[in-house]
């Protein structure tokens, strides 16, 4: 998702609710080694959002227009202290996050372009302590998404004349190594 309506905020006390959804998270060894920041005003969203790349399949497009933009970005940061190679945890709160924000009719993008240095400085957190490492855009939905098959061996999402994201995924049949269905 990466269109939201942004008239619709999202609080500080959901957000800290989606961060609890995080730390209950699987972690490998129970190391533990991301912290959030959460933000949610509208300066410091400001700030975030020309650090973001947005869809590098969609050449033509330079993300979200002002009033599709995300109301509340969830940054996840590696605590260098704790790990500095944290293997298979990265992505596990993250789809944590998302599902705790879509039961509640929100969603969000999973960000991984985005300028770490830069956002270090807005955030004004130490670069010899924190790696940043994702960054959840978050915010009501405005777009239609789609779900579609693989073509012609092609998985990059692309939009309709009608302004529909399509996702293509691969079948289920795809991924079983030892049955068919």
């Not at 209950?24 to 060894?29: E, H, I, Q, T």
């Not at 599902?99 to 670069?127: Q, R």
Request: charged content about 25%; hydrophobic content about 40%.
């Amino acid at each position: 998702m990466r269109r939201f309506d942004s008239s619709v905020s999202i609080g500080r006390d959901f957000l800290i609710s989606l961060i609890d959804l995080a730390r209950l998270s699987s972690s490998a060894r129970n190391r533990q080694p991301y912290k959030y920041y959460i933000v949610h005003t509208p300066e410091v969203c400001e700030k975030i959002f020309p650090l973001c790349q947005w869809a590098g399949y969609l050449k033509d497009w330079e993300g979200p227009s002002v009033d599709e933009r995300p109301t509340a970005y969830i940054i996840q940061l590696l605590d260098l202290s704790l790990s500095s190679q944290p293997g298979s945890d990265v992505g596990i709160p993250l789809q944590s996050i998302l599902l705790g924000a879509t039961e509640k009719d929100l969603a969000g993008c999973i960000i991984g372009a985005f300028s770490k240095d830069s956002l270090l400085d807005v955030l004004s957190l130490s670069k010899s302590h924190f790696l940043p490492t994702h960054i959840i855009a978050l915010g009501k939905p405005i777009e239609e998404v789609r779900i579609d098959s693989v073509h012609d061996g092609s998985i990059e999402y692309w939009r309709d004349a009608q302004g529909v994201h399509h996702v293509p995924k691969r079948d289920l049949n795809d991924l079983l190594i030892n049955c068919t269905i």
